[in-house]
């Protein structure tokens, strides 16, 4: 059964450093989606992929936060510089169409920064 | 905007017991909603969703407009139920439609 595939799955890190994850996709789902999770609470959303296009990233911190998914397959989140706050899993998500079809998730990235 | 509660952070009860996990939402428009769960070691996955109106692993959902609410329901709790549950809302948010999810309930089913 396809899966979506995360690394790493841990990464630990100083504040300042700056970190990326990488997610691959089941192969043939359109959309894309980041997630953060602070222990205690929910997923939340940082960014959506439509193929390559970013169709809603309103709740990425910009000023230090970037993805990309250049050829509409496999994306990278990028951290940079990394602050004590974002300790936290990313998640990385995906499904066929949008986010009222079913989303199949990843394993995730536990995050550390010191 | 869109939110989710779920105001029971943890729950307990004892297997054959009935069990039932709360959801609210508000949302202005018309609601999409959805059940997912995380059972321990295991990715996050979907349970079910109110339009599809099916029982999965016992469990059903109903959505109540008037009060706004998703609660899920099983009538004889298992201990392999035991597991993180997360309502979720998928609505319109700017220009995207976008899923937004409670704080999650951990189910804890005694023998």
């Known amino acids: 059964e396809a899966e979506v595939a995360q690394s790493p799955r841990y990464k630990i890190t100083e504040k300042s450093q700056a970190v990326a994850f990488w997610c691959d996709p089941i192969?043939?789902?359109?959309?894309l989606y980041w997630y953060r999770q602070i222990l205690g609470q929910g997923p939340e959303l940082l960014v959506q992929?439509?193929?390559?296009?970013?169709?809603?990233d309103s709740q990425l911190p910009k000023d230090r936060f970037s993805a990309e998914r250049l050829k509409g397959v496999d994306s990278t989140l990028k951290i940079q510089p990394a602050e004590l706050g974002d300790s936290a899993m990313y998640l990385c998500?995906?499904?066929?169409?949008?986010?009222?079809?079913?989303?199949?998730f990843g394993p995730g990235t536990r995050l550390t920064v010191l | 905007a869109q939110r989710v509660t779920q105001p029971e952070k943890l729950l307990s009860v004892f297997k054959g017991a009935p069990v039932e996990l709360k959801c609210n939402y508000s949302?202005?428009?018309?609601?999409?909603l959805f059940w997912y769960v995380q059972y321990s070691r295991q990715r996050l996955q979907l349970l079910l969703r109110?339009?599809s109106r099916e029982s999965i692993k016992g469990f059903t959902a109903d959505l109540n407009k008037g009060e706004t609410s998703f609660h899920l329901k099983k009538p004889f709790a298992q201990e392999e139920d035991s597991a993180m549950y997360y309502c979720?809302?998928?609505?319109?948010?700017?220009?995207?439609?976008?899923?937004?999810f409670g704080s999650g309930t951990q189910l804890t089913v005694l023998p």
């Open positions: 992929f439509q193929d390559e296009s970013v169709v809603d």
């Open positions: 109110h339009i």
């Open positions: 949302y202005s428009g018309s609601p999409e």
């Open positions: 998500a995906s499904s066929l169409y949008g986010s009222t079809d079913t989303q199949y």
């Open positions: 979720a809302l998928s609505g319109v948010t700017g220009s995207a439609r976008q899923l937004t």
């Open positions: 192969s043939g789902h359109a959309t």
